[in-house]
């Protein structure tokens, strides 16, 4: 097969056998979130005192894994998470990716990996998005999901540092990861188990935080609610985040409270985005600790009207219920158009083109097609 040189560093190896026009449309008509993969993926490969080589577009596929890869026994491994916004003329357009770098960049250092160059990150992403430029959804709120990842594949028992390391670039169609419908999404809050602690990895993103959350988000699921929200290990007091999303409160007054960065949550691009766009509306934005017991009864007093989750996955989502063991609260939705909701159309007309980009925010990635 053909190989070309597509971006300075990734060679583009195509793959033969392509999903079909119809297998594609039928694979992105409703994608449930993260289970539809495209054609290609993008790959590199380290080794220590040799540093990235064999950078590439390859056809996506299983990877053949020693059984003592390291990271199937140590978890030494991080990702990030992204999605390309398809604009009405064709084009195709990501959202913030050098603060995606420097988080993978970031997270690479706690977990004792070789940090991936914002420039390869980007020519990863530019490579796969090329190839698979048919994949990229043109329909409202759906997007191409991008999952940057690292992970040590050296063979060893060794809890050390692994010598040899993969960067993988997978992409996926998506539509919405979390169904807040009419009453917005019930939350359990975790009373017994904390996803993260001060000196450990919640700052980071790596699988084992999410393996922590799994159990907890289990139990979520059987008292009927979508999402676990995390309290700090320490004084098992303050509001942390969801499982895989940030936490905002909106007070009645308009202003806006949201846990600060204390090192054990993820600093979220998307919690960082919408707190800039509220604070150009003038609204006062509050970053510091949050007491569970502040929003439970201001919830209950009136004097916090709504809660919502941000990420890329979830975007904006409204909260409609905080439950837990000694407690069930509802938040009643606000009458008229709520602050997650103009905040969410903000977002996501400037992501899909439909508004100005003030803060240059967005990167092309693929020109409109001509004609
Ligand atoms: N918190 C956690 C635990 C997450 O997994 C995510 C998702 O990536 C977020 C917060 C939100 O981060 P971002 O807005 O960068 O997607
Ligand atoms: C993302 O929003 O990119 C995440 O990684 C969250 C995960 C729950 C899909």
């Not at 009405?88 to 070789?114: K, Q, T, Y």
């Not at 979520?220 to 985040?241: I, M, P, R, S």
Request: glycine share 8%; hydrophobic share 40%; net charge negative.
């Amino acid at each position: 097969m053909e190989t070309q040189a597509l971006t300075a560093s990734f060679t583009v190896i195509p793959n033969r056998h392509p999903a079909s026009d119809e297998e594609r449309w039928l694979a992105m008509e409703n994608p449930v979130f993260g289970k539809v993969f495209t054609d290609h993926m993008a790959r590199a490969t380290w080794r220590d005192g040799e540093g990235w080589a064999d950078h590439r577009i390859v056809a996506l596929a299983p990877l053949p894994m020693h059984p003592g890869a390291a990271v199937l026994h140590y978890a030494q491994q991080a990702f990030e998470g992204l999605k390309a916004y398809r604009h009405e003329d064709g084009s195709v357009w990501l959202f913030r990716p050098e603060a995606n770098a420097a988080r993978l960049a970031a997270s690479c250092r706690r977990m004792a990996l070789p940090e991936v160059s914002e420039q390869d990150f980007m020519a990863a992403l530019e490579g796969l998005i090329a190839a698979d430029r048919n994949w990229v959804p043109g329909t409202p709120g759906a997007s191409l999901y991008l999952r940057p990842f690292v992970f040590a594949s050296e063979p060893s028992l060794l809890v050390q540092p692994a010598h040899e390391v993969e960067f993988l670039v997978t992409a996926s169609p998506v539509g919405a990861y979390l169904s807040a419908g009419d009453t917005g999404v019930p939350i359990w809050v975790s009373r017994g188990y904390h996803r993260a602690n001060p000196g450990g990895t919640g700052e980071a993103k790596t699988a084992g935080n999410y393996a922590a959350s799994m159990l907890p988000q289990q139990e979520a699921k059987e008292h009927g609610c979508q999402q676990v929200l995390f309290l700090d290990a320490k004084e098992d007091t303050y509001v942390e985040e969801f499982g895989g999303m940030n936490l905002v409160a909106v007070r009645a007054d308009g202003s806006i409270v949201t846990p600060r960065l204390s090192g054990t949550i993820l600093p979220g691009i998307t919690r960082d985005s919408i707190l800039t766009l509220l604070r150009d509306e003038g609204r006062n934005v509050e970053e510091r600790d949050l007491a569970l017991t502040e929003i439970l009864e201001g919830v209950e007093s009136g004097e916090i009207v709504e809660l919502f989750a941000c990420g890329t996955a979830a975007v904006v989502t409204p909260v409609g219920r905080l439950a837990s063991e000694d407690f069930d609260v509802t938040v009643p939705r606000v009458e008229g158009e709520s602050v997650a909701d103009a905040v969410l159309a903000r977002l996501t007309d400037l992501q899909y083109g439909r508004a100005e980009d003030p803060h240059g925010w967005m990167r092309k990635v693929l020109d409109a097609p001509e004609g």
